[in-house]
């Protein structure tokens, strides 16, 4: 039988097989021999030992389409990165290292703003005019009042997407419009790990249904970049390349150097003021970095 891992917890993976269910299963030991271990994401083949219990054995993770370290799972198709427009207001340093990461996983990323009903048309456009420019898709959305969630569908569908965004944004609120099903799914493996209600400790894998995935990650206040070098940084800015051949110098920091390209491109409103900033800032920091 097939199907896919949604959660893995002390040795145990919870297999989610369409049409019938969620299989507590534990690996072969030739997973281990082979020093592979099972992610979250993987499509596996699964030997059914109690249909009643809904319990099996993995036997086989078919081959994986891509493989991210943070956080770790496999076959993941884009990124739904989750911020709030007001109350709290997004905090644009952490959008971009997010961004930073996703771009650096050459993962393409949906910008998805909640809580549109309390938000001013100035708020909405400012935030579509920064991020549309960067090539990112930007959707605004009310899970609260159900706005703009069939929209968030239509992009899922097919799909398995790593959805994040900092706490107190309504990540949980929008999942729970997407898929009615997500906390009773949760509460069925809380049961049989016999463990509390569900905190988004660790990344999970909502079925959706029609192969369509949401992983569910921790919620985050701060994201660290630190492997980054600060020479390699401009590349995690997509809206730069454009602009990149036309500073005077090669290997430009696109920070103090005269005839920048980039620098001009900021001062004409081409490349968002807000963005740029954030670059400066994040330069500085990883400049900052002893390297041993």
Same mark, same amino acid.
């Given at each position: ?38 992610? *979250? ?10 249909? *009643? ?38 905090? !644009?340093?952490? $959008? ?10 050459? $993962? ?17 456009? +400012? ?12 959707? !605004? ?10 929209? *968030? ?41 016999e463990r509390g209600k569900h905190t988004t400790r660790h990344s999970e894998i909502i ?7 949401? *992983?569910?990650? &921790?919620? !985050? ?23 990149? &051949? !036309? ?25 968002? +003021? ?19």
């Amino acid at each position: 039988m097939q199907g896919k891992i949604i959660k893995g917890i002390a040795g145990f993976y919870y297999v989610h097989v369409e049409g019938y269910g969620i299989y507590e299963c534990k690996a072969k030991g030739i997973f281990r021999k082979d020093h592979v271990k099972p992610l *979250v994401g993987d499509d596996v083949f699964m030997d059914v030992l109690d249909e *009643v219990q809904m319990l099996g054995n993995i036997r086989e993770i078919l081959p994986r389409r891509s493989a991210l370290i943070r956080p770790a799972v496999a076959n993941v198709d884009q990124a739904l990165i989750i911020f709030a427009i007001v109350k709290p207001n997004p905090n !644009f340093n952490l $959008l971009d290292r997010f961004l930073i990461r996703m771009e650096r996983q050459s $993962l393409p990323t949906v910008i998805c703003f909640n809580k549109q009903d309390i938000a001013s048309p100035e708020e909405k456009e +400012a935030l579509r005019q920064s991020y549309e420019t960067c090539g990112y898709q930007v959707l !605004f959305i009310s899970a609260l009042e159900n706005e703009g969630v069939e929209r *968030v569908r239509e992009i899922l569908e097919g799909k398995t997407t790593t959805v994040a965004g900092p706490s107190g944004v309504g990540k949980s609120s929008l999942i729970n419009r997407l898929s009615p099903r997500a906390n009773m799914e949760t509460g069925e493996i809380s049961a049989k790990i016999e463990r509390g209600k569900h905190t988004t400790r660790h990344s999970e894998i909502i079925a959706l249904g029609d192969g369509s995935y949401i *992983v569910d990650t &921790p919620g !985050f206040t701060s994201l660290d970049i630190s492997e980054i070098t600060k020479e390699e940084l401009w590349q995690y800015y997509p809206e730069f390349a454009r602009y990149e &051949p !036309f500073c005077r110098f090669r290997g430009c920091a696109h920070m103090s150097e005269p005839s920048c390209g980039v620098k001009d491109a900021v001062a004409e409103g081409k490349i968002s +003021a807000v963005r740029y900033e954030n670059y400066r800032v994040l330069y500085e920091e990883l400049k900052g970095l002893k390297r041993y």
